[in-house]
């Protein structure tokens, strides 16, 4: 007994192992987490200099309050000479007021100087805060995406190799003929076998000849007469 019907089945799994083997070679996943990690090392690279600003400020306000410390220590200084009775000579007098003016003006400064980084500063940590939520939102879409292709690919792989086993298993009930016959019609139909239904030929839904549907009942090889596809009745 010619069994088409094995030879369908088997036809019908390398149907799936072709669309299995394209989707394992698909790697469109592959680009979007490559373009996701690529953004999330720009970003990194982004954080780590803002952070270095960051920290070049801090510097820089400690330094000016130090500044602004010595100043008016400065100032007090010449405060307690002036009020304290040691200035008599009204020309060292008015060169210590004139003195305190230029400490007051240069305090005065350095504080308009130290109120800008602080500015900055605070400008900077909005950012760095911003900048670290979005890293965050970018490397949780990244593993998640990553995870699911892992498990498609996975999945994949284990229906893949359970094909195999069973196309191996299914072949050892086919005749050797009969399916170099399969493979040798496969080079010009994707899918040789067919179901004859109704009467109709499942490849080309054209109606089988009655002659043909006679043929089908004998032990016989049977093409359709329209398509050239080995047909068969279940
Ligand atoms: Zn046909």
Redesign the pocket.
């Known amino acids: 007994m010619i069994n088409l019907q094995k030879l369908w089945d088997m036809q019908q799994l390398e149907a799936r192992q072709g669309k299995i083997e394209r989707m394992l070679k698909q790697n469109d996943i592959v680009l979007e987490l490559r373009r996701i990690k690529r953004n999330i090392e720009a970003g990194q690279r982004e954080f780590k200099s803002m952070k270095e600003r960051y920290r070049a400020l801090e510097r820089e306000i400690d330094q000016e309050d130090y500044q602004v410390g010595e100043l008016k220590k400065q100032i007090t200084e010449l405060n307690g000479k002036l009020f304290g009775g040691e200035m008599l000579n009204k020309k060292e007098i008015a060169g210590a007021e004139k003195r305190i003016a230029a400490l007051k003006r240069q305090v005065n400064e350095t504080e308009n100087a130290g109120i800008m980084l602080l500015e900055e500063q605070e400008i900077l940590k909005n950012k760095l805060l911003k900048l670290s939520e979005i890293l965050k939102e970018q490397r949780e879409e990244f593993y998640l995406l990553r995870e699911r292709y892992y498990q498609m690919q996975k999945k994949n792989q284990d229906e893949l190799s359970q094909i195999i086993q069973s196309k191996e298993k299914l072949s050892q009930g086919i005749d050797g003929e009969v399916m170099q016959l399969f493979y040798k019609m496969q080079e010009k139909l994707k899918k040789p076998v067919?179901k004859v239904e109704d009467g109709v030929?499942?490849?080309?839904?054209?109606t089988?000849t009655f002659d043909k549907l006679k043929e089908l009942k004998k032990n016989k090889i049977v093409k359709?007469?329209?398509?050239?596809?080995l047909?068969f009745k279940k």
Do not use: E
């Open positions: 067919a030929c499942g490849g080309c839904h054209m089988v359709c007469d329209n398509c050239g596809r047909i």
